[in-house]
């Protein structure tokens, strides 16, 4: 009798597990919102060291083979000791973000499996400016201004914002030293005829740890943080992002500026970063919660109860039992991300945080890029 219950008690807990250890490493959800946009898989496991894929039109993504990547160590020998190069005051970018306020429906906060990014849908005036040649051609690249003389005849053409999103760690790290949060505000520009395709400025901003108090323009944020994958919040009506608050005070404004790449696939080159030197602070419990969100969970959906203790014969029928059963459960994720759009049931499901995530890419290497430093008026 004893050797016939034994292979069954095993192949129902087998099953069991199998259903309990549905954990999705960060960025491998079956939900995850970047899985459908087609393209290679990637992920943050490997810290950028594994990107060697193709984007949805099936080009490579020039990852491991560029040499203008983000991000980067900035150096302190001729950069940070302000022995190197500036960026003239007649030239520097001027940022202007007005406050962001939500409607109720305008202000999304996602958890894409890679960050978590904030989009809007209604126009916003927020803007940078950056400064370019007067006599702008379709050659004319929107990194122009880390060349440019001091005397050089200059315009400005306007860097309009479309998203943010966050790191943890820090990816820019300030002669060796990271830091625990950084965010990436995204920018297209237009107005130069050379970008007609698209050309894009990143400003960063680097975060370290307060003695305890809460950073109040993150609150928004943070108080709708979606935790699940492929999750999307709205900010509640009159619920206001007050960026401009994280931009350095004039007197604090000094920027290191180069030529780099986005920091995730496909990592296209051409962009025109800013990283401000002057940190801004996060209390330990913010820091902790972004952690959690993009960490790794252990989800169950609620209501489904376990079938999989229904007794079977062999082994191999478990398996196939086992099989079908985290397929029905990855189908419900699926289910839940298409009907995201108009109604939200993360109350279905119960996720438990049994990792803290981090989603930074490692520093690339310069190849003598121009790296300089723009000190405040
Ligand atoms: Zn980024």
Redesign the pocket.
């Known amino acids: 009798m004893a050797q016939t219950i034994l292979p069954l008690l095993l192949g129902a807990l087998l099953a069991i597990s199998s259903v309990s250890a549905c954990i999705y490493k960060y960025g491998t959800s079956p939900d995850s919102l970047a899985a459908p946009h087609g393209g290679s898989h990637w992920d943050h496991g490997r810290n950028g060291e594994d990107w060697d894929g193709v984007d949805a039109a099936g080009k490579p993504w020039i990852c491991m083979s560029g040499k203008r990547q983000s991000p980067i160590n900035v150096p302190f020998s001729n950069v940070l000791d302000n022995t190197g190069s500036h960026v003239p005051s007649s030239l520097q970018t001027k940022w202007s973000y007005p406050v962001l306020v939500s409607n109720g429906s305008n202000i999304q906060v996602i958890n894409n499996g890679h960050?978590i990014q904030v989009e809007w849908t209604s126009p916003w005036t927020g803007n940078a400016k950056i400064a370019v040649p007067a006599n702008a051609t379709d050659n004319t690249t929107v990194t122009s201004v880390l060349h440019m003389k001091p005397d050089a005849r200059a315009t400005y053409v306007t860097a309009t914002p479309y998203q943010f999103?966050f790191?943890a760690t820090s990816?820019h790290l300030l002669a060796g030293r990271y830091f625990p949060l950084?965010l990436?505000i995204?920018h297209k520009v237009t107005g130069l005829p050379g970008c007609a395709k698209g050309c894009y400025t990143?400003t960063g901003i680097l975060f370290e740890l307060s003695d305890g108090a809460d950073n109040s323009v993150l609150n928004s944020i943070w108080y709708n943080m979606p935790t699940r994958e492929g999750e999307i919040k709205h900010l509640p009506k009159g619920a206001q992002i007050e960026l401009g608050r994280l931009i350095p005070k004039t007197s604090e404004r000094d920027y290191v500026t180069y030529e780099g790449s986005?920091?995730?696939p496909p990592c296209s080159e051409g962009l025109l970063w800013h990283v401000f030197t002057q940190p801004q602070k996060i209390s330990r419990a913010q820091w902790s919660q972004y952690r959690a969100a993009v960490g790794l969970k252990d989800c169950t959906l609620k209501n489904a109860t376990t079938t999989t203790t229904e007794t079977t014969n062999t082994t191999e029928t478990t398996n196939t039992t086992s099989s079908e059963h985290v397929h029905r459960h990855h189908r419900l994720h699926r289910h839940l991300l298409s009907e995201e759009a108009t109604t939200s049931h993360p109350e279905d499901y119960t996720c438990e945080i049994v990792q803290y995530g981090s989603n930074f890419r490692v520093s690339q290497l310069t190849y003598g890029r121009t790296i300089k430093v723009a000190r405040a008026i």
């Open positions: 960050t999103h790191h990816e950084e990436h995204v990143v986005l920091t995730t």
